[in-house]
Structure formats: structure tokens, C-alpha cells
């Protein structure tokens, strides 16, 4: 066996071909919920933190948390709070849960499952980092479910036809703003003909 036969079948190949795999998945769970699991900066998670209130009634929800780090920094920000992160995708999913096993903090917790799945109401608020069509889809679901006065944060995309109370640009964030929102009893958003379908990240 000459030495490039060895490579393919030792352990190179193993490691290989379940990077290929891992990949692959991400790839197949981006395409079915259109929202690639991309973390957020220390400088961002900064951002959307400082626009959230000193003190929260509910549980505070990261929808699509991906790899969980904007999920962890909530938790170190509001220990009395219940934090819950909400990713579709296995991997990063995973890579979550097994951060939080390596760094135990008792108020939070990753929740494998669909967006539009998810029931809203016990939200103190919500921060998220997701792609336009699934903003679209997610908006009637926050103002139909989200209590009067429930922040909302969200990075890069903002919510069509829900006007921000807060839009920062800043180099801390990177290029795309921060928007905040407040839920009033009456929310203009524009229904998005796909919200019945099933969304995630």
C-alpha cells in the first residue's frame, strides 16, 4: 500500500469523511429553514445585551441559538431568569449542550425544536439572530403570543412592517445593526402567507 492508499484508509479518512458528514448536515438543515447557524461576536452579543433591560419578568428566549454562545452570555446576565435557547439544527444543537455540560449554569437550557413550534406566552424577552423569510414567518407568532411590553432584540434583519424603538450601528457589532422592539397591544406586522408552515433554525 503506498503511502497516499495509507491516508485514505487510516484515520485521516474517518476524520475526514465525518467532517464531510457534519458539514453536509448543516448544509441540509441551513436549506430547510433558511437560517445558516452563524454565531454572533462578543461585540454584537455586547450590543444586544446593553439593549435589553436591567431586569426581566419571564423567561428570556434566544430563537436559533445556534451554537449557543449569545444563550450563555444571557444566563450570565440574568441568573434569576430562565433562559432557553431554541435550535432546529442537530449540530449545533449538540455542540451546545455539551458546552453546557462542560460550564453548568443552572438557569439554562437548549431546546432542540421548531420555531413556529414553540409556545411564546411566559416570554420576559426575545433575542434572535435569523434570516428575513424566517422573520417574515416569525413576527404575526410574537405579536399574536408576546405580552404588552416584551422586548424584543434582534440582529442584522429587522421585522417588516413592526417598527423598532431602537436601531444601533456601531463598529462593536460588526457591519449589520441591532434593532430593539417593544410589543404594544397591538403590533403592526405584515402576515406572512407561509406562518402555518413549520420554521426553524
Same mark, same amino acid.
Not at 410589543?183 to 413549520?198: E, F, M, R, W
Given at each position: 500500500?503506498?503511502? @497516499? #492508499?495509507?491516508?485514505?484508509?487510516?484515520?485521516?479518512?474517518?476524520?475526514?469523511?465525518?467532517?464531510?458528514?457534519?458539514?453536509?448536515? @448543516?448544509?441540509? +438543515?441551513? &436549506?430547510?429553514?433558511?437560517?445558516? !447557524?452563524?454565531?454572533?461576536?462578543?461585540?454584537? *452579543?455586547?450590543?444586544?445585551?446593553?439593549?435589553? %433591560? #436591567?431586569?426581566? =419578568?419571564?423567561?428570556?428566549? =434566544?430563537?436559533?441559538?445556534?451554537?449557543?454562545?449569545?444563550?450563555?452570555?444571557?444566563?450570565?446576565?440574568?441568573?434569576?431568569?430562565?433562559?432557553?435557547?431554541? #435550535? &432546529?439544527?442537530? &449540530?449545533?444543537?449538540?455542540?451546545?449542550? /455539551?458546552?453546557?455540560?462542560? *460550564?453548568?449554569?443552572?438557569?439554562?437550557?437548549?431546546?432542540?425544536? #421548531?420555531?413556529?413550534?414553540?409556545?411564546?406566552?411566559?416570554?420576559?424577552?426575545?433575542?434572535?439572530?435569523?434570516?428575513?423569510? /424566517?422573520?417574515?414567518?416569525?413576527? %404575526?407568532? &410574537?405579536?399574536?403570543?408576546?405580552? /404588552?411590553?416584551?422586548?424584543?432584540?434582534? +440582529?442584522?434583519?429587522?421585522? =417588516?412592517?413592526?417598527?423598532? =424603538?431602537?436601531?444601533?450601528?456601531?463598529?462593536?457589532?460588526?457591519?449589520? !445593526?441591532? +434593532?430593539?422592539?417593544?410589543?404594544?397591544?397591538?403590533?403592526?406586522? @405584515?402576515?406572512?402567507?407561509?406562518?402555518?408552515?413549520?420554521?426553524?433554525?
Amino acid at each position: 500500500m503506498n503511502p @497516499i #492508499e495509507a491516508a485514505v484508509a487510516g484515520p485521516e479518512a474517518v476524520v475526514l469523511v465525518a467532517l464531510l458528514a457534519c458539514g453536509l448536515l @448543516i448544509v441540509l +438543515y441551513a &436549506l430547510r429553514t433558511g437560517v445558516p !447557524p452563524m454565531p454572533t461576536s462578543s461585540g454584537t *452579543r455586547a450590543v444586544m445585551l446593553r439593549l435589553l %433591560p #436591567e431586569t426581566i =419578568d419571564g423567561t428570556v428566549y =434566544d430563537l436559533g441559538s445556534g451554537w449557543g454562545g449569545l444563550a450563555f452570555a444571557l444566563a450570565r446576565r440574568y441568573p434569576a431568569n430562565r433562559v432557553v435557547g431554541i #435550535e &432546529l439544527s442537530p &449540530l449545533p444543537w449538540l455542540f451546545a449542550r /455539551t458546552m453546557l455540560r462542560v *460550564r453548568p449554569r443552572p438557569n439554562l437550557e437548549f431546546r432542540r425544536a #421548531e420555531l413556529m413550534t414553540v409556545p411564546l406566552s411566559d416570554a420576559g424577552a426575545i433575542v434572535c439572530y435569523l434570516m428575513p423569510g /424566517t422573520m417574515r414567518r416569525l413576527a %404575526p407568532k &410574537l405579536a399574536k403570543e408576546l405580552r /404588552t411590553g416584551t422586548p424584543v432584540v434582534a +440582529y442584522s434583519f429587522a421585522f =417588516d412592517g413592526w417598527p423598532p =424603538d431602537a436601531a444601533v450601528l456601531e463598529a462593536e457589532s460588526g457591519p449589520m !445593526p441591532v +434593532y430593539r422592539y417593544t410589543v404594544t397591544p397591538s403590533p403592526t406586522v @405584515i402576515p406572512d402567507p407561509g406562518a402555518s408552515s413549520p420554521a426553524g433554525t
